[in-house]
């Protein structure tokens, strides 16, 4: 069956700029994952949305950076006024039963290249 | 959550079985310890997951002593192929949400021809 697909792959844009990721988990996977990898480091944990609950911001690095979960399937990525720091690459994950050490299953990622 | 520690790098060569072992002194009574495979420009790939003694499935075994204190990944028979970062990883099945796993630096396992 079909993974989780990110979109796009790799994305440039200039510093100022608004731009929007996209993840599609799994489908029936209640609980998705947002992280933030940058070259030769861990993942940082981002935003979690687990079933109908408020989703868990607190990874979030700054107010500039917001994501929301459309009909508990799609969820967007949206980092607004873009900084150089933010270039990394964006992973997404989901799983299939709510829980914090849950398996997840992960896309490819989107690379983000702030100029 | 309880932290982990595995080392930073380690190299073999084809053919030879590969042990990576995580130090997780203070992992609670409800913590799983979950391993995950991650190959360059790809995500992580869960491999493992186990609670006590040892867990085997198609790709891995996973040890665990007694006091669970520390873990080891057993890769059987290792190919150029399995050069990747490995991350141990320590958390319960918890639904609160404040019970996030963190995902270190990992291990980076490179297989030497």
């Known amino acids: 069956g079909a993974g989780v697909s990110q979109s796009p792959s790799n994305k440039v844009t200039e510093k100022g700029k608004d731009v929007e990721l996209r993840c599609d988990p799994i489908?029936?996977?209640?609980?998705l994952y947002w992280y933030r990898q940058s070259l030769g480091q861990g993942l940082e944990f981002l935003i979690y949305?687990?079933?109908?609950?408020?989703?868990?911001k607190s990874g979030l690095p700054s107010d500039r950076f917001s994501a929301e979960r459309t009909g508990g399937s799609v969820s967007t990525l949206t980092i607004q006024r873009t900084q150089q720091e933010d270039s990394a690459v964006y992973l997404c994950a989901s799983s299939l039963v709510q829980g914090a050490n849950q398996p997840q299953h992960f896309g490819d990622g989107t690379r983000l290249s702030i100029l | 959550l309880a932290k982990t520690t595995q080392p930073i790098s380690m190299d073999s060569y084809e053919g030879q079985e590969v042990n990576i072992t995580c130090s997780h002194n203070?992992?609670?009574?409800?913590?799983?310890i979950t391993w995950y495979q991650q190959f360059p420009s790809q995500g992580p790939r869960f491999i493992i997951q186990?609670?006590?003694t040892k867990v085997t499935n198609e790709v891995a075994s996973l040890f665990i002593p007694a006091d669970r204190k520390s873990s080891t990944l057993s890769l059987p028979r290792v190919s150029l192929s399995d050069t990747a970062v490995y991350y141990c990883l320590v958390g319960p099945h918890s639904k609160n949400r404040d019970d996030k796993i963190i995902f270190g630096k990992g291990t980076r396992l490179h297989i030497l021809p």
């Open positions: 489908s029936g996977h209640t609980a």
């Open positions: 949305f687990q079933g109908n609950s408020a989703p868990d």
């Open positions: 203070n992992i609670a009574t409800n913590d799983y």
């Open positions: 186990g609670y006590k």
